[in-house]
């Protein structure tokens, strides 16, 4: 019943943003987004005082509880001092080993969770377990940032609908100390093809290396593989090719406002796209020679972020994959009876034509962890292992 008339409800409020002018484009999309956040409060029982500092009375999910509970909050939310906490633990994977000899160009724990993505690109995009296994990924770093780095707080997301008209003024990419470092050096170049090259997206000023914040000089090891930006000659395409360098950026606005768009946030959440986990995920990724809201995320940071098997290289990856997961989390909440199901199969777009997924199969990480099962990260208060929400 509850669902039922939320729904109706967020509907009639979707429509008229919808129809909203383009301009103010940003603040009614923040306004859907609080809206969801609110109803996805409501359905999981998150009482609305809830904060990190003072968690409520205890209500029994098995081992993960509201009093337990990581709480993922958004990059421009954290203080200054937590932002610096959370750099500094990204940067103390660099100095941490590789734990894969196999994949040579692996020189440290940052390149790790590049060459893993790597290997597996074709078997985890367009797949039945595209979502599990980001959510997967990601909360092994988080956990690894946590356990060998010293981190005590949980991923932050990056909003994509806040600064999307000037990401130089997101504290994500403005350049700061307390920024995932800013645009790259100005590198002349025709744009990016995104879409399976039925989209053109022109450059920004960026394009080079990434010239401010905290990891200019620190230096990237595996590909580029495919990356969507042209003039970055992708050369490598095995994780034993050892190709040090910059990390290079590009911020892109002609990805972020042309798809950062409340229709597009809408349309899978509440809308015609939310009614299965199959029109979900599809859309969230884009149907084919399309930019959807996944795409536009690496599309967004252009460079190296915009190369489908090599886009970890950006650390902004991290906090991009998180609001997906936040993104997939809202539409779980409010989607109960879809919640639990996956849809697709086990190749690329199924190609080359393969077997349906189940939630029983297995999400192989290589040896950044144990492979879990599907049906073990659907729910990210399981307890087994996860225990997290987002505020
Ligand atoms: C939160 O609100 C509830 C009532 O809704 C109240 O019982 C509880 O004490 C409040 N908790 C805090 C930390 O304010
Ligand atoms: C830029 O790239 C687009 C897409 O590949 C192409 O259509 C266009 O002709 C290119 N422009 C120049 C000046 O090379
Ligand atoms: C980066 O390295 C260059 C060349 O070694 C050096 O001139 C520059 O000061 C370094 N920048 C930072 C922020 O460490
Ligand atoms: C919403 O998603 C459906 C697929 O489920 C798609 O056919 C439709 O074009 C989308 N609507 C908009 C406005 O993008
Ligand atoms: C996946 O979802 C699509 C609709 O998007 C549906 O046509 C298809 O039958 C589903 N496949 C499986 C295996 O559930
Ligand atoms: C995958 O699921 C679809 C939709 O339910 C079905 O039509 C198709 O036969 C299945 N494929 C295989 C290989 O079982
Ligand atoms: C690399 O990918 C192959 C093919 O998917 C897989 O068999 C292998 O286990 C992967 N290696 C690691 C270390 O993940
Ligand atoms: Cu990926």
Redesign the pocket.
């Known amino acids: 019943m509850r669902f039922a008339s939320l729904h109706a409800l967020l509907l009639a409020r979707g429509a008229a943003v919808t129809t909203a002018a383009s301009s103010g484009q940003a603040t009614d999309t923040l306004t859907v987004l609080q809206d969801l956040q609110n109803q996805v409060e409501v359905a999981l029982d998150i ?5 990190e500092s ?4 205890i209500t029994a999910r098995g081992s993960c509880t509201l009093g337990n509970v990581g709480i993922r909050r958004e990059w421009d939310d954290l203080s200054a001092q937590e932002r610096k906490e959370y750099i500094a633990a990204v940067k103390c994977l660099w100095q941490q080993p590789s734990v894969d000899p196999t994949f040579s160009a692996a020189r440290n724990h940052f390149d790790d969770y590049v060459a893993v993505h790597m290997n597996q690109t074709n078997t985890v995009h367009g797949t039945a377990n595209f979502l599990t296994w980001h959510r997967y990924l990601i909360w092994l770093w988080e956990q690894r940032l946590r356990n060998t780095c010293g981190y005590k707080g949980y991923l932050p997301y990056w909003n994509w609908f806040r600064f999307q008209e000037d990401l130089n003024k997101s504290p994500v990419f403005d350049g700061s100390d307390t920024s995932l470092g800013g645009d790259g050096e100005y590198f002349p170049h025709n744009g990016s093809v995104v879409g399976a090259g039925r989209i053109w997206l022109p450059s920004g000023s960026g394009g080079g290396c990434v010239k401010s914040g905290p990891f200019v000089n620190f230096t990237i090891n595996i590909g580029p593989v495919q990356p969507a930006m042209q003039g970055y000659t992708p050369v490598f395409t095995d994780v034993k090719a050892y190709n040090p360098r910059c990390q290079r950026r590009d911020l892109t606005m002609a990805a972020s406002t042309s798809t950062f768009t409340a229709s597009n946030l809408l349309n899978i959440t509440l809308g015609p796209a939310s009614q299965s986990i199959g029109h979900f995920q599809d859309e969230l990724q884009g149907p084919y020679g399309t930019l959807r809201l996944h795409g536009a995320g690496h599309y967004s940071m252009g460079g190296d972020g915009s190369d489908v098997f090599t886009s970890l290289n950006d650390p902004a990856f991290y906090l991009h994959h998180a609001m997906i997961d936040r993104v997939y989390w809202i539409w779980q909440a409010l989607h109960p009876a879809e919640a639990n199901k996956v849809n697709g199969t086990i190749t690329f777009r199924n190609n080359p034509p393969s077997r349906n997924g189940t939630v029983e199969d297995y999400l192989e990480i290589g040896n950044l962890g144990p492979a879990v099962q599907i049906r073990d990260v659907l729910n990210t208060m399981g307890g087994s292992p996860l225990c997290y929400i987002y505020l």
């Open positions: 009482p609305k005082n809830f904060t003072q968690p409520p009375t």
